[in-house]
């Protein structure tokens, strides 16, 4: 039986069952199917090596640039796969390879929202419940705070980790294991009254770990072990503290002694600065894990609803990082005039920035053993991937589809950019042509055999003028027209 099949199944025994035990039992087989399908997807792809020779060049270029130790990267572009590049060292005589692991630092709190947003999916809380509803009340914490406000950084909460006092504290003994509960003494007053402005804060989402474990039982990190990493084989992903590294940890590098030069800061141990920040940081991985992540977070119906995934990136505006504004832990970014979603991360030696660009699922992931501002790294890779990027028709899936299809092109209206989406049941020759308002051909997109299966086309149309334009495949006897708005 095909993975389709037992989609096909599942979903069925879901809306008819009576019972509740089989309903939320094939509910979370139905999930597990799809977060199979999507993170294998597009796996068996070849990357054009022309276009990936530019990606490691740039990767190269953007190390050297600004002093970066050591960089490993990973993108997703449909119809290309999955390129996988590094630059630079770990240490002295070892290279970063793209298998080894970073800390992600504050990435985390994307992940930490996914959970909190799962557990409104599942009716365990709301966005509108108040902190005081989980948690006992603090000292300098406004009670009435909303789990939203938590999310979005609107809750006026100040941040504890700026409080030079919390990192006395921290450097005392670098190998204490804190309770979360002992960085809110740490809390000095608020910034402003809930609500009434943005401000980043780390102890938003100590405040949203907290709440996690007072729902579920368990550790944040636990629950995202349990909702993220297994099903979607994220293999090579730990929690700080909680896990023990399997994997080979980049080193990361501080300059130890304000000479200028960076150090191995290797040998410092991070226990009491990763244990008194869980939830704000503390996740640990690869790039090309974030890419699968990226891949199913901003997928309607994967791992959020739609409800929750449009609360996610509904956005107050901030300028954090190079970013431009800030939803539900995700961060939106301007690339050239292209709105992307994701977030950055620094922690002690290390940054990280994972992006996607949502009309057509390209993502990037960049880790770097430094600490540096992630913004403008992130947007000038992301432009490099997007500008670069091969034309022509490329295939998503192999799978032989249940009829011929020709699908609306999306966005539309656009400028000057769209995708053309088509399946093929049966092998044959195909021919994809846009016409104008007149009926004149235009363009020829593609013109070549193909074989059974599901392909994309990115038309570019930045030397058309603005207007109604007609796209029409033909394949195997049968054509399909549909009509695309280009609005300059």
Known sequence: MTLLKNKEKFLRLILTSSSPKIFFKAKAIFFLLLLFASANQGNS??????????????????????????????????????????????????????????????????????????????????LNDRLYQWLPRYNNIDSNITIRQLLNHTSGIYNFTDNPSFINAVNANLTRVWQLEESLPYV????????????????????????????????????????FYSPLQMTGSFIEVE???????????????????????????????ASSTGGAGGVITRPENLLIWLRNLYKPGVILSQSSLSAMTTFTSANISGANGYGLGTMRYNVQGKTCWGHGGNSFGHSCVMMSYPQDTVCIAIMMNIDINTGPIANSFMNTVLTNRPVGVSNISFETPENFKLYQNFPNPFNPETNINFDLKNSGHVKLSVY??????????????????????RWNAQNFPSGVYFYKISANGIETTKKMTLIK
């Open 243 to 273: 896990d023990s590294l399997t994997t080979y940890w980049v080193h990361n590098w501080v300059d130890l002694n304000g000479d200028g030069i960076l150090d191995d800061a290797s040998f410092i141990p991070q226990t009491s600065f």
């Open 45 to 126: 792809q070849t990357f054009d090596t022309a276009y990936a020779r530019k990606l490691q060049t740039a990767l190269n270029t953007l190390r050297a640039n600004n002093n970066i130790v050591g960089m490993s990267a990973a993108v997703y572009v449909p119809g290309q796969g999955v390129w996988k590049g590094a630059s630079g060292i770990s240490e002295p005589g070892v290279n970063v390879t793209p298998d080894m692991v970073f800390s992600v630092g504050s990435i985390t709190k994307n992940f930490v929202a996914a959970t909190i947003l799962q557990l409104v999916d599942a009716d365990s809380l709301t």
């Open 188 to 227: 000095l007053a608020p910034y402003f009254p809930a609500g009434a402005s943005w401000h980043y804060s780390n102890t938003n989402y100590l405040l949203l770990a907290m709440i996690i474990k007072k729902i579920t039982g368990n550790s944040f990190g636990a629950e995202i072990h349990q909702r």
């Open 436 to 457: 104008d308002l007149q009926g004149k051909e235009v363009e020829i997109l593609s013109n070549e055999n193909l074989k059974a299966g599901s392909y994309s086309y």
